[in-house]
Every structure is written in C-alpha cells, then in structure tokens.
C-alpha cells in the first residue's frame, strides 16, 4: 500500500469512526442505555423491552417513601403479572449497608437498585424524593410525579400501556 492509498483510507475511515464513536455517545448518554444493580446483585438493563418499567427514587430516611411502599407492593403483586417491572432505586446519598440491611428485613418483592454514583438520578433528573417514574419500553417517560401520588391515575396508564404491550 502506497503513502498516497494510506492517507485517502484514512481521510474515508476517520469520518466513519467519528460518526460511529458519536453514535455510541448519544446512545450511551440516554436514559434508555442504564444499566442498574440490585442489591441482590441483578443487573437491570433499561429500557426493558417487554414493557414498561416503574422506578421509584427513594431512601430510607424518607418518612413518605416508607409510607409508600405497601402502594408499591400492591402495584407489583396486581401489575407485574401482566408485564410491569417495578425497581426501587436508592438515593446515591443513601449508603448501601443501610439499603441492604432495610431490603433484608422488609423483603420488597420488587428489585432495589443501588445508586452510589448518583448516574440514574441524574440521569432522570431527580432532585427530590420519592419520584415515581414510569418507563414505556422504548425508555421514553410516559409518566413522572414527585411525591406521594395519585395512584389511580397511575393505574389508569399503567393499564392503558399493559394492554398494548
């Protein structure tokens, strides 16, 4: 291969990468490209394209997400049959030995993610707890409340979304 063929393959290939390498970035940098880790050590990759997903941000010193979550036990027990992933994700300030020793004693029948790096909540941009975010399966948010919400709202579109599913 001549220096002359070397330097046009090159003006043709680094475009190509820089595309490619840009792609990869916007891709990565999305909402729909976390990958989450349970406490049991699960790994949720989102979006979860067998339907839609509810994150619930939260820590254990939150009086209104401990009030909440028999809301989100009952969410999962009725939803989750007909396709609804629930994953509580702890607050990165939220020490993980304190999260594990909470889902130990509770037992949740949802996965808790942990956040030390505080990637997820920034990622949803959430600034405030708890924060309900439903998820359609293309990662697209569909539905976010802070607070402790209405929940037959909720149910409202979680059953318009199930049934498209």
């Known amino acids: 291969m001549s220096a002359i063929s070397g330097r046009r393959l090159e003006r043709l290939l680094l475009p190509a990468v820089i595309v490619t390498l840009a792609a990869f970035l916007i891709w990565y ?21 067998r339907g839609p997903v509810l994150l619930n941000f939260w820590a254990t010193g939150c009086p209104a997400c401990l009030e909440e979550i028999p809301e989100l036990e009952r969410l999962y027990r009725k939803y989750h049959p007909k396709g ?16 594990v020793a909470f889902v130990k004693r509770h037992r949740p029948p949802y996965p808790v993610a942990l956040d030390p790096s505080g990637r997820i909540s920034a ?7 708890p924060t309900w975010i439903l998820l359609g399966s293309d990662a697209r948010i569909l539905w976010r409340h802070t607070g402790i919400p209405d929940t037959a709202r909720l149910e409202t579109l979680l059953q318009r979304h199930l049934e498209r599913g």
């Not at 990958?35 to 790994?43: A, I, K, R």
């Not at 994953?87 to 999260?99: E, G, K, Q, S």
């Not at 990622?123 to 707890?129: C, E, H, K, N, S």
């Open 29 to 49: 940098r999305q909402p729909g490209a976390l990958t989450l880790t349970t406490v049991s050590g699960e790994t949720i990759i989102l979006p979860d394209h």
């Open 84 to 99: 609804l992933r629930i994953v509580a994700v702890a607050m990165p300030y939220d020490p993980p030995n304190r999260v």
């Open 123 to 129: 990622t949803f941009q959430v600034r405030l707890i």
